[in-house]
C-alpha cells in the first residue's frame, strides 16, 4: 500500500527561521511576560545560590540567572494514567503531568523573580499518551484550526524556548508544524536540516535578554536532538529532513551564538548523558551525547537533558579543551521533576562570565495542579477519556502481561496475530502474497493487557502502548536464528529449574543498565507454529535451540516476511537482521490494527491465535519462574 507523501516543510521553515531571527537578533527585553506567583508554601525550596559557591571560573557571583527546565512530558498534563482511567500512582510516590510541573515553574518566578528566571523544555512533547493520539489521528490538528492540547497548556505556563524530541516526528512533519504555528514561544532544533543540505530546517537558537544591576545580559538558548530521528522515523523525514550529529552541528551553531553577543549559552539537548546508541553503528553519530557535547564544543555553560528518562539533579563534566565545567540536569519524565539550574555570572573587563554554578530538581508530588494550566486541557481530557472509554468488543478470558517476560502469553499472541494477518492481507495482491508470515511483539508494561469481559479503546492502549508503526520486512531462516539469539541476551545465565523471575530476567546490557522488558521480542508464525528453546544455562548467543517451524527444523535459507515495528525497523535496540527488502509500510499505528480488529471481531476468544510455541529450559530441563 502507498501513502500520499507529505509536501517538504522547507518553505514554512524558512519562514519560521525568519520568525527565530527575530527573536535572535532583537530579542524583547525579557521581563513581565512570565505571571508572578505567591510564594511557593509548602513546595520543596530551593535556596537561592550563594554567590562564589560551587565555583566553575574565578571571582565572586553579582547576578544569579535560573533557567527552569522539563522533559519528556509526552503530552501528559494532569496527573492521570490514561490507560487505567485513574489518577496516576506508583511505588515510589511519584505525581506526573504538566500541570503540577507548571505550579513548581511559578513558585520559583516568584521566589527568584520572574525577570531573572528562564523556562525551557528539552523535548518529546507532543507524543506518548492517548493525548496525543487523539489530536493526531482521531481529532488532528492539521488543518481543522483544532489547538494542540499541549500547546494551550505550554502557552499558559509561559515557556521561554523548547527543543525538538525524536517523538515529534512520530505523526508526520505536518502534524509538527501544526504544533509550533499554535505556540507562543520558538520551537528550536539546529540539528534536523533541509534534505541533504546543510541549512537548519527550524530555528537554530534563540537570545534572550535579562535585565540586571550591571546591564543587559544575553542568553542563547540552543536546540539539539539525537539524530536517531533519521531511522526511527525514516518513513515520516526521508526526503524532508536529515540530521547531523550533536556535538557536530553544536561546533557550527554554538559560534554563530556567540557571535550574536550571547554571555551565556544554554543548550536544550534531547540526548542522554550515558554515552551509547540503541541503534550502534547504523547511523555514524550517536543517539546519546550530552556529555561529548559538553566535552567536545567549546562555550556551553549549561545543558538540560532529555530522551534518556533519566533523574540527574547535578553533573558537572569538564570540557576537554578549556577545563571549563559545564551544568547538566535531567529532570524525570512525564513532568515528575522540574530541573532548577542556577548560575552566577560576574563581569569581568566588562564581559560576563558564569563563575559558579548548582543545579536540583523539584519534586512534583509536592505541588497542587495549576489552575490556569488545568482550566486550559480540560476540554481535552474530557474527549481523550471519552474515547478511551468507548467499547469496541469483549474478551472471552483475560489477557495479562505480566509473565510475558518469561512465558508463552496470549497478550503477546495477540499482538503477533494481528500484526501477521494485517500484513498478509495487505500483501494479498504483491509478488510476496503466499509467502509465509513470522511477527516479533513484546510486552511494553506489565501491568497492561486485556480483561475478561467488555474492552474498550483504553484496554487496547494498555495492551500496546507506544504509537509504533507496523512495517514487514522480508526475512530468512538465518535471520529468524540470529534475531532470537539476540533477544535471548536480556536472560540471565540460569543453571536451576526453580527460578524468580527477578532472578531471571532483566539482565545488564553492554552498557551496564538492566534490559528493559520492551527488548525481549517474542516472535511467532501466523500460517504455522514457530517453536523454540531459550536455554537460558548456556551463555549469550547459544542460547536458541529446538527451532523449528511447522515442525521441521528451521532451514537457513527459508523465506519469511517478518512483521514488525517501525521502531525496530528503523534500528532501535540494534536488532539484527532487519535490513532486508521493506514490504509494507502503511504508517499505521500497531494499536489502531488491533483496536479495529478487536472491533471486527467482536468476541475475542485466545483459542483462536494462541498456542505455547516456546519455553525456557536450563541445559534441556523446563524450567519453571515464579512472580
Same mark, same amino acid.
Given at each position: 500500500m502507498t501513502t500520499t507523501p507529505e509536501q517538504p516543510p522547507t518553505a514554512a521553515m524558512r519562514r519560521r527561521t525568519l520568525l527565530a531571527s527575530a527573536f535572535v537578533g532583537g530579542a524583547a527585553l525579557f521581563t513581565a511576560s512570565c505571571s508572578r506567583e505567591d510564594g511557593p508554601g509548602r513546595i520543596g525550596r530551593t535556596p537561592r545560590p550563594t554567590a562564589g559557591t560551587e565555583g566553575t571560573g574565578s571571582g565572586e557571583a553579582t547576578f544569579t540567572l535560573t533557567v527552569l527546565g522539563t522533559t519528556d512530558l509526552h503530552s501528559y498534563v494532569l496527573n492521570w494514567d490514561y490507560f487505567k482511567d485513574a489518577e496516576f500512582s506508583d511505588d515510589d510516590g511519584n505525581?506526573? +503531568?504538566?500541570?503540577?510541573?507548571?505550579?513548581? &515553574?511559578?513558585?520559583?518566578?516568584?521566589?527568584?523573580?520572574? $525577570?531573572?528566571? @528562564?523556562?525551557?523544555?528539552?523535548?518529546?512533547?507532543?507524543?506518548?499518551?492517548?493525548?496525543?493520539?487523539?489530536?493526531?489521528?482521531?481529532?488532528?490538528?492539521?488543518?481543522?484550526?483544532?489547538?494542540?492540547?499541549?500547546?494551550?497548556?505550554?502557552?499558559?505556563?509561559?515557556?521561554?524556548?523548547?527543543?525538538?524530541?525524536?517523538?515529534?516526528?512520530?505523526? +508526520?512533519?505536518?502534524?509538527?508544524?501544526?504544533? &509550533?504555528?499554535?505556540?507562543?514561544?520558538?520551537?528550536?532544533? $539546529?540539528?534536523? @536540516?533541509?534534505?541533504q543540505t546543510t541549512t537548519s530546517a527550524y530555528p537554530e537558537y534563540v537570545i534572550k535578554e535579562v535585565e540586571t544591576p550591571e546591564g543587559v545580559l544575553k542568553v542563547g538558548i540552543v536546540g539539539l536532538v539525537t539524530p536517531g530521528c533519521a531511522i526511527w522515523d525514516k518513513a515520516n523525514v526521508e526526503n524532508k529532513l536529515s540530521f547531523n550529529g550533536i556535538v557536530e552541528q553544536a561546533k557550527i551553531t554554538i559560534p554563530k551564538v556567540k557571535a550574536e553577543g550571547a554571555d551565556v549559552v544554554i543548550v536544550s539537548c534531547h540526548s542522554g548523558s550515558n554515552q551509547g546508541s540503541s541503534y550502534g553503528d547504523a547511523l555514524p553519530f550517536p543517539e546519546n551525547a550530552s556529555t561529548e557535547l559538553a566535552e567536545q564544543v567549546d562555550g556551553i555553560d549549561a545543558i538540560l537533558v532529555g530522551h534518556a528518562h533519566a533523574e540527574i539533579p547535578e553533573q558537572k563534566i569538564a570540557n576537554l579543551t578549556t577545563g571549563k565545567e559545564v551544568l547538566l540536569s535531567e529532570p524525570y519524565f512525564w513532568g515528575r521533576r522540574v530541573s532548577v539550574m542556577n548560575l552566577g555570572l560576574a563581569k569581568q573587563d566588562g564581559a560576563w562570565g558564569v563563575v559558579s554554578s548548582s543545579a536540583s530538581l523539584l519534586n512534583a508530588n509536592t505541588a497542587e495542579p495549576d489552575a490556569d494550566v488545568v482550566a486550559a486541557f480540560n476540554d481535552a481530557h474530557g474527549k481523550v477519556r471519552g474515547y478511551i472509554n468507548s467499547a469496541i468488543g469483549t474478551s472471552t478470558a483475560a489477557m495479562p502481561l505480566a509473565a510475558a517476560r518469561y512465558s508463552d502469553t496470549a497478550a503477546i499472541d495477540l499482538i503477533n496475530y494481528v500484526q501477521a494477518h494485517s500484513v498478509q492481507k495487505a500483501l494479498a495482491a504483491t509478488d510476496v502474497a503466499g509467502w509465509p508470515v513470522l511477527s516479533i511483539a513484546a510486552a511494553f508494561i506489565r501491568e497492561g493487557g486485556l480483561p475478561a469481559g467488555e474492552l474498550t479503546v483504553r484496554n487496547a492502549a494498555s495492551l500496546y502502548t507506544f504509537d509504533n508503526t507496523l512495517n514487514a520486512v522480508k526475512f530468512t531462516g538465518a535471520n529468524v536464528k540470529e534475531y532470537l539469539e539476540f533477544s535471548a541476551a536480556y536472560f540471565k545465565q540460569v543453571d536451576a529449574t526453580e527460578v524468580a523471575a527477578d532472578d531471571l530476567t532483566n539482565a545488564d546490557g553492554p552498557d551496564g543498565r538492566p534490559i528493559p522488558d520492551y527488548n525481549y521480542d517474542i516472535m511467532g508464525g501466523l500460517d504455522a507454529p514457530l517453536t523454540y528453546d531459550i536455554d537460558v544455562a548456556k551463555p549469550v548467543g547459544q542460547r536458541i535451540a529446538n527451532l523449528a517451524y511447522d515442525g521441521q527444523p528451521l532451514a537457513d535459507d527459508a523465506n519469511f516476511v517478518l512483521a514488525v515495528n517501525n521502531y525496530r525497523a528503523g534500528g532501535g535496540g540494534n536488532f539484527p537482521g532487519l535490513d532486508g527488502e521493506v514490504v509494507f509500510n502503511e504508517q499505521k499505528e500497531i494499536r489502531q490494527f488491533i483496536i479495529e480488529w478487536v472491533a471486527e471481531q467482536k468476541t475475542i476468544d485466545p483459542a483462536l491465535f494462541h498456542t505455547v510455541d516456546w519455553r525456557i529450559v536450563s541445559n534441556g530441563r523446563v524450567v519453571s519462574v515464579t512472580a
Open positions: 505525581h506526573i +503531568g504538566l500541570a503540577k510541573a507548571a505550579t513548581l &515553574i511559578k513558585a520559583m518566578r516568584a521566589e527568584r523573580g520572574a $525577570a531573572t528566571t @528562564l523556562t525551557i523544555d528539552a523535548g518529546d512533547t507532543i507524543q506518548g499518551s492517548p493525548v496525543g493520539f487523539y489530536y493526531a489521528r482521531i481529532e488532528p490538528i492539521v488543518g481543522t484550526g483544532t489547538v494542540h492540547p499541549l500547546a494551550a497548556t505550554m502557552n499558559a505556563v509561559g515557556y521561554d524556548a523548547v527543543a525538538l524530541g525524536n517523538h515529534e516526528f512520530n505523526y +508526520g512533519v505536518d502534524h509538527l508544524n501544526a504544533f &509550533i504555528e499554535q505556540v507562543e514561544f520558538p520551537v528550536l532544533c $539546529a540539528n534536523a @536540516l533541509e534534505w
